[in-house]
């Protein structure tokens, strides 16, 4: 199948979109909006996406090719990560700096999303270190700090009325995701439960945790509820620990992506925001 090429940018001007279009060979090219082109018509090879690619990331554009016929349409299904992805936020990171930790926590969080940790040994760790802090903490830090990432609630908005159902699996917190859950519509929030006994963190997490198995398990698991398959499904993470939800996917995003996981993805959004998955499917 052809494929097409959606150039876009927050700060990218058409100018500099028809610059790396032509690169790209493009036959013809559509403004899609003041700071996107769709490029058709192009002769598709590893090489020239790379090129174009590096081109692109040095003008701050992301590139993206797919299938030259994927649409929106395609897909019945939209499954994010929550931390870094849906939100700007590692949420624990912010509750550890309640303690005076968040260096030690971040750390570890880091390599952990790099793929350098186990994530559920890095989870643990990471949450002893927040026991004896008080429950009211996680409510500062929602109320506080926590903001939706650039185009969230745009790409929300695009998916749902399309009538994509939509799913927040995350290595987080309940805490969060159950408040997410009403203030975006959402259909599914699955994460972990931090234990807490009278009004103070134990430092343990309750039950399973939602480790990147477990994300590829909950992302079949809706799946086969709504009547589709995993390739019915746009999947967005950051992080290692999302690269096997994201394996599954029939359009894999990594959005503001550790390394390791935009070379894996299908599709990288560098620069635009979250809502840049609608240009790209339109």
């Not at 097409?4 to 090219?29: C, E, F, N, S």
């Not at 992302?219 to 599954?248: F, H, S, W, Y």
């Amino acid at each position: 199948m052809s494929k097409k090429l959606i150039l876009q940018g927050p700060d990218a001007d058409q100018a500099t979109l028809a610059r790396i279009a032509a690169l790209a060979g493009a036959r013809t090219t559509t403004a899609l909006n003041p700071h996107a082109l769709r490029c058709d018509g192009i002769d598709f090879t590893p090489e020239l996406k790379a090129a174009v690619e590096a081109a692109a990331f040095a003008a701050r554009v992301d590139a993206s090719f797919v299938d030259a016929g994927l649409s929106l349409a395609d897909f019945r299904l939209v499954a994010m990560d929550m931390d870094s992805t849906l939100i700007t936020i590692e949420c624990i990171d912010e509750i550890a700096d309640m303690q005076g930790l968040k260096p030690q926590v971040s750390s570890i969080t880091e390599a952990a999303m790099r793929g350098e940790l186990d994530f559920s040994e890095s989870l643990k760790r990471r949450v002893a270190l927040l026991e004896g802090l008080p429950v009211e903490a996680l409510g500062r830090v929602y109320d506080e700090r926590l903001a939706i990432s650039m185009g969230g609630e745009a790409m929300l908005a695009g998916v749902q009325a399309a009538g994509l159902k939509t799913l927040l699996v995350s290595g987080g917190f309940t805490f969060f995701t159950e408040r997410l859950k009403p203030r975006l519509g959402l259909d599914v929030t699955h994460a972990n439960v931090l234990e807490a006994e009278n009004g103070k963190l134990t430092g343990r997490v309750v039950g399973g945790i939602v480790d990147a198995e477990e994300k590829r398990r909950t992302v079949e698991r809706v799946c086969a509820d709504l009547g589709i398959t995993p390739r019915q499904a746009i999947v967005m993470g950051d992080g290692a620990n999302d690269l096997k939800m994201m394996g599954i996917a029939g359009l894999s995003v990594a959005f503001r992506a550790k390394p390791v996981v935009r070379a894996q993805a299908d599709i990288a959004l560098n620069f635009s925001g979250l809502d840049g998955v609608l240009a790209i499917l339109a």
